[in-house]
Structures are given as C-alpha cells and as structure tokens.
C-alpha cells in the first residue's frame, strides 16, 4: 500500500532487491538509486528457492544489524523484510522460468536457481511496484534473465545495471567472499588475473577462442584447490557462447574456492 500511494502522489520509486550481508556493490546500487529515484526500497530476502538442495541456504549469512547500520548512512525510505513462510510458504508451487537464457552458464550447475530468483523478484515486483530496479553486472547472467523476463510479462520497470564494484586487487565484491579464508582469499584474485588475461589476448587480436581458453585454464590451475565450473565467451545479449571473436565478447567464469562459489565477468571489445 506504501508504494501504491507514494505513486499515486507522483513520486518514482527505485528498488534494490538483495539478500543482504551488503557491502560496497550493493551499496553503489543504493546510492545509485536514491541519485534517479524519489522514493528507495531496499529488500532483504535470503530466498530459499534459489539455493539447491547440497547450497549453503541455512550457512548464508545474515548479519541484519550490521546491513540496518549501512542503510542508516543512506536514509532510505523503505526497508523491506518479508518473513519466508509469507513469501514462500509450504504450499507454494507457482514458478517463473526464462527458458533459454537460464539453461545456460551458471544454468548447468545450478539447474533450479534461475527459477527461484525470478519467481520472487516478479513477486517483489508486483509489491513494491518500483519504477527503477538495479542490478549488479557481477550478476551478469542474472540481471540479463530479469531484463528478458521485464520484457517478456510486460512489466513497466526500468532494469538498471551497474558496474561491478572489486576489492584493492580486483576480486569483485561478493557476500561469499567471506567464507574464504585468509589463504583463499589470496588465491581467489586468480580468478580476476584470469578475466584480464582472456581480454589481453581478445583485444591485442588473437582469434584463437579455444587457445585463449586453454590458456586462462591454465592459469587458473595452476592455483591449487581451486576447481573451475566454467569459462566462456560469449554474446553479451543472448549468452550463446561464441566462436569467432568479434565486437563485444562477454568473458565469463564461475569456480569454487573452498565452500565459496564465485562468479565474475568482464565485457571485451575485440578487434
């Protein structure tokens, strides 16, 4: 009802869905929000029908004192904390699925997370009625699907992606970050070191796609206790992964580092 109002009233609304435990990517995305909106939601929902069964749902953080104490710095207007039975009670069966774009990257391993996240960011959708979404580009994958999905139901919601916030030596932000330790944490920036290789070579003109990837899978290997999920180059819209390398090229891996799981990305421009 607060935001049917405030609408009503004329105002615009900007929405920053997370799952909390934020730090500085989320809260680029706050601050980008209060800068286009007149009117600021943040949401905090660790959603459980994203994780997979094997997931670390019940081991995700949730520091909510810590997160109220960032958000005070940016005097948002609403803070959002939907209870999970409410959300997604027991009998909740009702899913929203983009087909093709989630079956692919992090799609294979994580076959049911696509689903889960843009079920319940339709559902905040339709509650908060937002006028501006935003969205990491860490997320690459994930705020391409919510676009597709704005576009497809119809809904009248500018998806606004910003750039990926890193840490001192490139390591993008992450809330998973904090399950590595100290001596992941070290070798984790192989992942970033690995990115700029790949554009390196694209964009001094090597056309070799399969020597290049040979190539950031070596570097990455030679770190050990570091298992690669995926790394691969693809269109920046469709998310089909291509051959020949031409114009803007996304470049994107996922591995896992201990119990961590990170992704990351960066977008080329080749020769």
Same mark, same amino acid.
């Given at each position: 009802?607060?935001s049917?109002?405030?609408?009503?009233?004329?105002?615009?609304i900007g929405f920053?869905?997370?799952?909390?435990?934020l730090?500085?990517?989320?809260?680029?995305?706050?601050?980008a929000?209060?800068k286009?909106?007149?009117?600021v939601?943040?949401?905090?929902?660790?959603?459980?029908?994203?994780?997979?069964?094997?997931?670390?749902y019940?081991?995700?953080?949730?520091?909510?004192?810590?997160?109220k104490g960032?958000?005070?710095?940016?005097?948002?207007?609403?803070?959002?904390?939907?209870e999970a039975n409410?959300?997604?009670? =027991?009998?909740?069966s009702?899913?929203i699925?983009?087909?093709? #774009? +989630?079956? /692919?990257m992090?799609?294979? *391993?994580?076959?049911?997370?696509?689903?889960?996240?843009?079920?319940?960011?339709a559902?905040f959708?339709?509650?908060?009625?937002?006028?501006?979404?935003?969205?990491?580009?860490?997320?690459y994958?994930?705020?391409?699907i919510?676009?597709?999905?704005?576009?497809?139901?119809?809904?009248?919601?500018?998806?606004?992606?910003?750039?990926?916030?890193r840490?001192? =030596?490139?390591?993008a932000?992450?809330?998973r970050?904090?399950y #590595? +330790?100290? /001596?992941?944490?070290?070798? *984790?920036?192989i992942?970033y070191k690995?990115l700029?290789?790949?554009?390196?070579?694209?964009?001094?003109?090597?056309?070799?796609d399969h020597?290049?990837l040979?190539r950031?899978?070596?570097?990455?290997?030679s770190?050990p206790?570091?298992?690669?999920d995926?790394?691969?180059?693809a269109?920046?819209?469709t998310l089909?992964?291509?051959?020949t390398l031409?114009?803007?090229?996304?470049?994107a891996?996922?591995?896992?580092i201990?119990?961590?799981?990170?992704?990351?990305n960066l977008?080329?421009?080749?020769?």
């Amino acid at each position: 009802m607060y935001s049917f109002k405030t609408r009503c009233r004329g105002k615009t609304i900007g929405f920053v869905p997370t799952m909390g435990c934020l730090h500085e990517g989320h809260l680029s995305l706050v601050e980008a929000a209060k800068k286009k909106a007149d009117v600021v939601v943040v949401s905090i929902f660790v959603n459980p029908i994203q994780f997979g069964p094997s997931e670390d749902y019940k081991e995700y953080p949730r520091p909510l004192a810590t997160d109220k104490g960032l958000l005070e710095h940016f005097d948002i207007d609403v803070l959002f904390l939907p209870e999970a039975n409410k959300i997604t009670p =027991d009998n909740f069966s009702s899913y929203i699925e983009v087909d093709k #774009l +989630s079956k /692919k990257m992090c799609g294979r *391993a994580r076959p049911a997370y696509f689903r889960g996240v843009t079920t319940i960011v339709a559902k905040f959708f339709n509650i908060v009625c937002p006028d501006f979404t935003f969205f990491g580009e860490k997320d690459y994958q994930q705020q391409i699907i919510i676009k597709k999905m704005v576009k497809d139901l119809g809904f009248a919601i500018k998806i606004i992606t910003l750039p990926t916030v890193r840490e001192f =030596d490139g390591l993008a932000m992450s809330s998973r970050n904090q399950y #590595l +330790s100290v /001596k992941e944490r070290e070798q *984790a920036i192989i992942l970033y070191k690995a990115l700029c290789l790949a554009r390196q070579e694209i964009e001094s003109g090597e056309k070799n796609d399969h020597k290049i990837l040979l190539r950031v899978r070596s570097l990455i290997g030679s770190v050990p206790n570091i298992r690669l999920d995926y790394v691969v180059f693809a269109d920046p819209e469709t998310l089909d992964e291509v051959k020949t390398l031409r114009g803007k090229i996304l470049v994107a891996l996922a591995a896992y580092i201990g119990k961590a799981r990170l992704i990351d990305n960066l977008i080329v421009n080749a020769k």
